[in-house]
């Protein structure tokens, strides 16, 4: 079946240093893929996300670019900040045949950013 | 606009109680999703609404846990019998049909 594997946490950062998070798949197809973010006391939000290989997503800083050939989605940002402390989550869903609506997670890896 | 909201946010039950978790989607999301997080993993997915219908609740754990959305709008998830092992965070997400999916804060659900 469908899964996803990312960097087992916690990942402790200095502000301003360089951030990767890895995370692969598993996948029937070509899924799209997608970071999540989990702020302290808030629901998951999307951070970023990419539909097909060779796309890269961005916001806020991130990117994550789709690689068929290593199936891989890692989450990169040049200068993290203290507000980026959070835990994020590497995801994907199919996109044809059965259950391509439900989206797999990976199991989340904590950062957290020093001042 | 309103987000996703659940309530309670926090629950805690004795094992064998019956709970009931309560969903609001955004207004006009067709798609309505039930995932499950338990601590320190990622969430994983229970069930799946369109609209009124179940149609997909190969995530349910036992025939202990029973979702509805009776008029397509909220939607309740209940468990019968807690065990311990339902602790978690119980996540619903809603969704405009094949895009993106908005999570509410989840209830953690405790169970002593």
């Known amino acids: 079946g469908d899964s996803v594997t990312q960097m087992e946490g916690p990942v402790t950062l200095s502000e301003e240093a360089f951030l990767t998070i890895n995370c692969t798949y598993t996948?029937?197809?070509?899924?799209?893929l997608f970071w999540y973010v989990q702020y302290p006391g808030e629901g998951l939000q999307l951070l970023l996300k990419?539909?097909?290989?060779?796309d890269k997503g961005s916001n806020k800083g991130f990117e994550a670019t789709y690689r068929k050939e290593t199936t891989s989605f890692h989450l990169e940002k040049g200068s993290v900040q203290v507000s980026d402390s959070a835990v994020y989550f590497c995801?994907?869903?199919?996109?044809?045949?059965?259950?391509?609506?439900?989206?797999?997670f990976g199991k989340g890896t904590l950062l957290t950013v020093n001042p | 606009g309103a987000g996703v909201s659940q309530s309670p946010r926090y629950k805690v039950a004795k094992r064998g109680q019956d709970v009931a978790l309560r969903c609001d989607p955004i207004?006009?999301?067709?798609?309505l999703f039930w995932y499950q997080q338990a601590l320190g993993q990622g969430p994983e997915f229970l069930t799946y609404?369109?609209?009124?219908?179940?149609?997909?609740k190969s995530g349910l754990p036992s025939d202990r846990f029973f979702a509805e959305r009776p008029e397509g709008s909220v939607s309740t998830l209940k468990i019968q019998r807690t065990q311990q092992e339902d602790s978690a965070v119980y996540l619903c997400?809603?969704?405009?049909?094949?895009?993106?999916?908005?999570f509410g804060p989840g209830t953690r659900l405790t169970v002593t």
């Open positions: 997400a809603s969704s405009l049909e094949g895009y993106e999916q908005y």
């Open positions: 990419a539909t097909k290989a060779d």
């Open positions: 609404f369109q609209n009124e219908a179940q149609l997909d």
């Open positions: 995801a994907l869903r199919r996109n044809s045949g059965g259950s391509n609506y439900k989206l797999t």
């Open positions: 207004s006009g999301h067709v798609s």
């Open positions: 996948a029937t197809g070509y899924p799209s």
